[in-house]
């Protein structure tokens, strides 16, 4: 009980159901019965049966980079990215292998605090054109860049 479920969730590789919801389980009733009580984002309560939930299971990767280089420019962003992208598809693979089928992150999403040693010239977003096109160009992958203000991790994004 307690435990976050989407209702109607489709599979890796199915089209996006969007009468799908979030709900959390309430009440999980005999269990050869297979139905589950289950309260979504408004209150509301529904009983579901079991072969239509998807158990919801968050998974935290963080990581760091640590250098004595004081330029950091996009040649050290290029590095970091590169070590990070190889990290998670690994991770990906082994854990969820069903969620990457093509062996690579199919959405890359870059924040910029909007350093201007990062972001000076074009070089970075050439950067991001090539891990495009390296995981099948853009009709297999996207790429998401954000721009923020200057903060350097003093504040909340």
Same mark, same amino acid.
């Given at each position: +009980?307690?435990?976050?479920? *989407? /209702?109607d969730?489709?599979?890796?590789?199915?089209?996006? &159901?969007?009468a799908?919801?979030?709900?959390e %389980?309430?009440?999980?009733?005999?269990?050869?019965?297979? +139905?589950?009580? %289950?309260?979504?984002?408004?209150?509301?309560?529904?009983? !579901?049966?079991?072969?239509?939930?998807?158990?919801?299971?968050? #998974?935290?990767?963080?990581?760091?980079? /640590?250098?004595d280089?004081? /330029? #950091?420019?996009?040649?050290? +962003?290029?590095?970091? *990215?590169? #070590?990070?992208?190889?990290?998670?598809?690994?991770?990906?693979?082994?854990?969820?292998?069903?969620?990457?089928?093509?062996?690579?992150?199919?959405?890359?999403?870059?924040?910029?605090? &909007?350093?201007? *040693?990062?972001?000076?010239? *074009?070089?970075? !977003? &050439?950067?991001?054109?090539?891990?495009?096109?390296d995981?099948?160009?853009?009709?297999e992958?996207?790429?998401?860049?954000?721009?923020?203000?200057?903060?350097?991790?003093?504040?909340?994004?």
């Open positions: +009980m307690g435990a976050e479920v *989407t /209702v969730g489709e599979f890796s590789g199915e089209d996006i &159901n969007k799908s919801y979030w709900a %389980v309430a009440f999980i009733s005999q269990a050869e019965d297979g +139905m589950y009580e %289950v309260t979504d984002a408004k209150g509301q309560t529904h009983c !579901i049966a079991r072969a239509r939930l998807r158990h919801r299971k968050r #998974h935290s990767v963080a990581s760091g980079h /640590v250098t280089d004081k /330029v #950091h420019d996009r040649r050290a +962003m290029q590095h970091c *990215t590169d #070590h990070e992208l190889k990290y998670l598809e690994s991770y990906l693979k082994q854990r969820f292998r069903e969620d990457i089928p093509k062996g690579h992150i199919a959405w890359l999403h870059q924040y910029s605090d &909007n350093a201007t *040693t990062h972001f000076k010239n *074009t070089g970075a !977003i &050439n950067y991001y054109t090539i891990l495009i096109n995981r099948g160009g853009p009709s992958t996207a790429f998401v860049y954000s721009f923020g203000g200057p903060g350097h991790g003093k504040r909340p994004l």
